[in-house]
């Protein structure tokens, strides 16, 4: 069991352009969660998937972003047109849905600027 | 609203012992999270609490008082890798996890 993994680990982009990221899970997990994080904050809620199902995003979220899980494994976070305000490090999730805990374990993140 | 505070930043000596605090107003409870982030990376997990008490792992411990709202972490024979930010969070009666800005430990020689 590797982790979860993600890529790319840096993204620098120019205002106005697309940016996808990719997230894979740890592998029996089916829970697969993605975060915002700015510095000296602490993780932000964008959305959620269990198994390929997208069962709730974040009302803060942007209708430039978008995320898929279409095989239930990995994941992928789209943001368009993205702006200055995006630079942040994303973070992903996984965890085992369970009885009576839920642990989510954290990819290593991919941290994004927008020039 | 929902709400978890915890301070902003804390210092204390290698060797020593610091205790974190963790107080949260959330609709619902449903366990409460302590993770560890160092500079630049990703939070990894350190305990779980769901039940009133001390949750005892090596030189970490994780106190909850459900009625009181309220948490600690603390660590022992403090060494200087333990230099990190530590996050409180809380699963809501969504079962959604709520975060806290957490609180930056610096220590010193």
């Known amino acids: 069991d590797t982790g979860v993994s993600q890529d790319p680990r840096h993204k620098i982009t120019k205002r106005g352009q697309n940016v996808t990221f990719r997230c894979d899970p740890i592998s029996e997990h089916n829970r697969l969660y993605w975060y915002r994080q700015t510095l000296g904050q602490g993780p932000e809620f964008l959305t959620y998937?269990?198994?390929?199902?997208?069962?709730?995003k974040s009302r803060l979220l942007s209708d430039r972003f978008s995320a898929e899980r279409p095989k239930g494994s990995f994941s992928t976070l789209e943001i368009q047109r993205t702006e200055q305000g995006d630079s942040a490090m994303y973070l992903c999730?996984?965890?085992?849905?369970?009885?009576?805990?839920?642990?989510?374990?954290f990819g290593p993140g991919t941290r994004l600027t927008v020039l | 609203g929902q709400n978890i505070d915890q301070p902003t930043e804390m210092t204390a000596t290698e060797g020593a012992i610091v205790q974190i605090n963790c107080t949260y107003q959330t609709s619902g409870f449903n366990g409460l999270f302590w993770y560890q982030q160092h500079a630049g990376e990703a939070p990894t997990f350190l305990s779980y609490n769901v039940l009133d008490g001390l949750e005892e792992k090596g030189r970490f411990s994780s106190f909850l008082s459900r009625s009181k709202g309220y948490s600690y972490l603390l660590l022992k024979e403090l060494q200087m890798k333990d230099s990190a930010s530590y996050l409180c969070?809380?699963?809501?009666?969504?079962?959604?996890?709520?975060w806290g800005a957490g609180t930056k430990l610096i220590i010193k020689p």
């Open positions: 998937f269990q198994n390929e199902a997208q069962l709730e």
């Open positions: 969070a809380v699963i809501d009666s969504n079962y959604q996890l709520i």
């Open positions: 999730a996984s965890s085992l849905e369970g009885l009576e805990t839920d642990t989510q374990y």
